[in-house]
């Protein structure tokens, strides 16, 4: 299978599932409106402050990554007969063997392990493509952000620096 046909079925915590696969470019309508049911505080966490517009270069750069160098994962699960994106993960390669990683699960759909599966998924990915680590940078309040890298099962390291933890993950 390609990485930009990439899908797997999942459980969520509740039982029901959800769909983890690749993101495509199809993906810009359903990625902005999960964005934008996200609380001002969530898009803080995810983007370290106040972000809620995107210019169509900005949309373009997230939607459209070329599965080498720039993964994407969404969350899809089925709301009132519709698919609806709960959340996404992606790693950008920044140098070799190594990745930043970022995080977002919309408002309703936080606690429910959508982080962890999609943790999973991209972990795995990344270590199939020969990277051996990860990284973030996380607020220190970002709680559950933290436990999803403590609880992944990768060796994790942190170093807090002016007001945010940088976590690495060994992945090999």
Do not use: W
């Not at 995810?46 to 599965?67: C, H, I, L």
């Amino acid at each position: 299978m390609e990485l930009n046909e990439y899908s797997a079925t999942e459980t969520r915590r509740d039982g029901r599932p959800i769909e983890i696969r690749a993101l495509s470019p199809a993906d810009r309508h359903g990625m902005l409106s999960a964005l934008d049911r996200m609380s001002d505080e969530s898009i803080r966490r995810r983007f370290f402050g106040p972000k809620r517009r995107f210019s169509d270069d900005e949309v373009a750069y997230y939607t459209e990554v070329d599965f080498t160098n720039h993964v994407a994962l969404v969350a899809v699960l089925e709301e009132d007969g519709h698919s609806v994106i709960a959340g996404g993960a992606r790693y950008i390669v920044s140098k070799p063997g190594a990745a930043e990683v970022a995080f977002a699960v919309d408002d309703a759909h936080q606690g429910q392990g959508i982080g962890a599966l999609l943790m999973k998924h991209l972990a795995g990915i990344a270590r199939r493509a020969g990277l051996q680590e990860l990284y973030a940078e996380v607020l220190p309040h970002n709680t559950a952000m933290l436990k999803v890298f403590e609880k992944s099962g990768h060796c994790m390291s942190t170093k807090r620096d002016q007001g945010v933890v940088h976590v690495t993950l060994q992945v090999s």
